[in-house]
């Protein structure tokens, strides 16, 4: 089940290993998508009982895997973290980093990297373009709303972009939106940090399934109406400290 914010790249791929590929074209409640997907997965699964539907949107093992992986090999590979940022989607890795970190390291700031638009956090929605960071559906991992991180960083697509191709320019590294959008926190924050502090980033994406979109000229023309600069990475995001929304 897929979206029109889908990338083509990700489609031939899936459709490359076997599957039936359903795209759905309503927007949901909230601008997005997600609702309309989940409404339709809903009713192939009344349809045919046979099919399963594994549900990374309020599956308790996405948490826990991250938990009990990506968390402890950043423990594993640091002696301290300051400061991890998170890029916040379905919350699965930012709920499960949040768990293990408030256990094994209670002085890490864990700081959730969120796209203006998204009501993850409670704020309105507004239509995005990019898939991955954000979404148009309180998550259903619920305990979100009691493990809240210690801040939250909201980001204009824009800024995800710009931080992505100014690492392909000037560092030759080819990451994703979702990458990109926490560079780009990390870069609005650099002021604040003491020296010597050891910053974490989690990079769950790369930027080949973005070619046609992030890295596409037409496509950012397009959807944002001006260039984006790559020359300059200085977000104008908002954030919120110590996770009160």
């Avoid at 210690?150 to 990458?179: P, W």
Wanted: proline content about 5%; charged content about 25%.
């Amino acid at each position: 089940m897929t979206d029109p914010l889908a990338s083509e790249d990700n489609i031939v791929l899936m459709r490359a290993a076997g599957a039936h590929v359903i795209q759905v074209d309503e927007r949901d409640e909230s601008g997005g998508y997600l609702g309309t997907r989940i409404r339709c997965i809903e009713e192939h699964l009344k349809a045919d009982p046979e099919l399963i539907w594994t549900n990374q949107y309020a599956n308790t093992a996405g948490p826990r895997v991250h938990a009990d992986r990506t968390a402890q090999e950043i423990l594993r590979e640091f002696d301290s973290v300051d400061y991890l940022f998170v890029g916040t989607g379905t919350t699965g890795t930012l709920m499960g980093c949040l768990d293990r970190f408030r256990k094994q390291s209670p002085h890490t700031r864990v700081i959730a990297v969120d796209a203006y638009g998204s009501v993850t956090f409670g704020f309105p929605p507004a239509r995005r373009h990019l898939p991955g960071l954000g979404t148009s559906r309180r998550p259903g991992l619920r305990d979100l709303d009691e493990n809240q991180p210690d801040e939250v960083i909201r980001l204009k697509e824009a800024d995800a972009i710009r931080a992505c191709r100014h690492l392909a320019i000037h560092r030759g590294v080819f990451v994703g939106a979702s990458t990109g959008a926490v560079v780009a926190a990390m870069l609005q924050r650099e002021r604040d940090f003491p020296p010597g502090a050891t910053l974490v980033a989690v990079s769950p994406d790369m930027g080949d399934r973005y070619a046609r979109t992030v890295y596409d000229e037409d496509w950012v023309l397009q959807n944002y109406g001006a260039d984006v600069d790559t020359g300059v990475i200085l977000p104008d995001a908002e954030t919120i400290r110590d996770g009160n929304g």
